[in-house]
Each structure stands twice: as C-alpha cells, then as structure tokens.
C-alpha cells in the first residue's frame, strides 16, 4: 500500500521546491489566507496516522514537499504535548517551538536535503515555514486537547514516537 499524498494540485507561488499554498489561518505570512474547509494542513492531519508509518515517500509534487514538511511538524508538536499536562501549556510550548531557531533546506542540520533544494529566497522560505509551523500547532493542539478531561488525548500522543520516513525535524540532543 502506497502512502497518502496531497490532492491539491494547483498553487500560484513556491520557494524553492515546496508550493507557497493557501492556509485557513489567521497567523502572518507569505501564504494567503482562505477561507475554505481543507487546505494542506488538514490534509496532513488527516493522512497523519496512515503516513506516519512509511519510511520511505515517493515524492510527486511540491505540494507533498510541504506535506512531509508537515507531517514531520506533527511529529515534533506530538513529543512536544506528550510532556504537557494542560492545554495552556501546550499552547505555550507549541508556540516557543514554532518560533525557535530551526534550519532551512540546504543548511547542514536539515533532515532532507536530498528531497528539498536550498531556496533562493531564504527569507521567504524561512516566513512561510514559520507560518506553516504556528497554524499546525495550534490544529494539532485542537486535535490533542480535544477532550472532556482537559488532559491530552493517548490516541494522538502515542504517535509521539513514531518517526515518518525514519526522520525528525529535531536533531539528536534537542530538547523537543
């Protein structure tokens, strides 16, 4: 069985080789905003469970560049929660990683060079994956914290320790 990708297809602007697509968000940044009920970031959420597992991705578009992206933020956000025992604190921990120091295709720490080049805009790239981090943040929070008790829900944190494609956003010694 083949893993899920992206079925957007059109997108206007890209950075490098990873599509510029419009986001449901209210968060700054090189995307447009939209108002419409699935964009990348529902997208990933959803095939999240499913892609998780593969190791390898067979990359067909830059739109599933910004989908493993993505799905590997997820991953992060997950860990991240796992150590939380409120959704204030969530959202604070969430939101100082999003904002933290992280490296841009072609710097030497990337996880995935092979599969990204080296933007010629680095600022553009680094606005638009600072957008793309704090929007998946706060639906990953939406996701986690969605229940009666207040505490995060074990289904979604239990994938904390799964690594898609046998990768992470984080390197070895980080605190995430």
Known sequence: MPAYHSEIEEFQRKVGNMAILPLRTKVRGPAPSINTDNDIID????????????????????????????????????????RCTSREQGQQD???????????????????????????????????????????????????????????????ISFAKRKFMEKSLSGPGDRF
Do not use: H
Not at 58 to 75: A, F, H, M, N, W
Not at 121 to 127: C, T
Not at 133 to 145: I, P, S, Y
């Open 43 to 82: 997208e990933s959420l959803y095939y999240f469970k499913a892609n998780v597992f593969f190791r390898t991705y067979e990359v067909k578009s830059e739109v599933d560049r910004v989908l493993i992206y993505i799905t590997l933020y997820i991953t992060e956000c997950l860990k991240r929660l796992e």
């Open 94 to 156: 969430l939101f100082a990683m999003a904002i933290s120091k992280f490296d841009l295709p072609g710097d030497s720490g990337f996880p995935l060079n092979s599969v990204y080049s080296k933007p010629e805009n680095p600022d553009l790239m680094r606005e638009y994956l600072l957008q793309l981090r704090q929007e998946t943040g706060n639906r990953v929070l939406e996701k986690v914290f969605d229940t009666t008790d207040g505490k995060p829900n074990k289904w979604w």
